[in-house]
Every structure is written in C-alpha cells, then in structure tokens.
C-alpha cells in the first residue's frame, strides 16, 4: 500500500522560504513520479512540480520555475519541495501525489496534467504567504 505524508508548510512573508516534505512508504521508490499539487480556495487543483525518481528528471510549472526546486533522497524515500521567493499567489494547499510509471513511459510534462493517474495522495500541507 503505497503511503504519502507531506509536512512543512506554515505562515511566511512574501520573499520568504518553506520546505516541505513528502514521506513515502509501501513501494518501490525508483519506480514511481512523485508530484507537487496545489489547490487554492475557489480554483482548480494544478500540478506545481514532478520528479521521475528513477531518473532524475525534473519538471516546473512557469510560475514557480526558478523560485522552486524538487528534489528526493533515494535512502529516505523523501521527495522535498524547496520554495524560495514565495508570492501571495502561491498561497494554497499542497499535496504530494505518486504514479507507478518506471523510466521511458509517459513524459512528465504530459503526466502531470493528468490528475487522475496519480492513484494516491498525501493529506497536504497549508502554505500561507502574507504581502
């Protein structure tokens, strides 16, 4: 049973920072995408970030490329989501997702705008960024 936790989020000035954290247990780390999502109150669910762990490859929505960065730590099964520079506009709740997708499948820019394959999620964190 795969299992995620997210943790890391709280209160921060515009220009501020935040790192959250996505815990995962129950299956094999390599084989599966680990994505950020984001819901603000009144607005669609959207995919901010993703990692193919088994790869390495990465993928940013243009709001958050260059102030973001996603990582994982393999020994850990942790994937991070280090923020920096945080705007009011990225105030929301955060969830980390996973997808069973081992490397040379779907493109991640392509998956992360699939919601639907991403089978299990976290409980999400609040990220609140005052101007």
């Known amino acids: 049973e795969v299992q995620l936790v997210e943790s890391g989020g709280g209160l921060v000035q515009a220009g501020g920072s935040l790192r959250l954290s996505c815990a995962a247990s129950g299956f094999t780390f390599d084989d599966y995408v680990i994505g950020w999502f984001r819901q603000a109150p009144g607005k669609e669910r959207e995919g901010v970030s993703c990692v193919s762990v088994g790869d390495g490859s990465t993928w940013y929505h243009y709001s958050v490329k260059g102030r973001f960065t996603i990582s994982s730590d393999n020994a850990k099964n942790t994937v991070y989501l280090q923020m920096n520079s945080l705007k009011p506009e990225d105030t929301a709740v955060y969830y980390c997702?996973?997808?069973?997708?081992?490397?040379?499948?779907?493109?991640?820019?392509?998956?992360?705008?699939?919601?639907?394959?991403?089978?299990?999620w976290g409980q999400g964190t609040q990220v609140t960024v005052s101007s």
């Open positions: 997702a996973a997808v069973f997708s081992p490397p040379g499948g779907m493109s991640i820019a392509t998956m992360i705008y699939d919601i639907p394959k991403f089978g299990s």
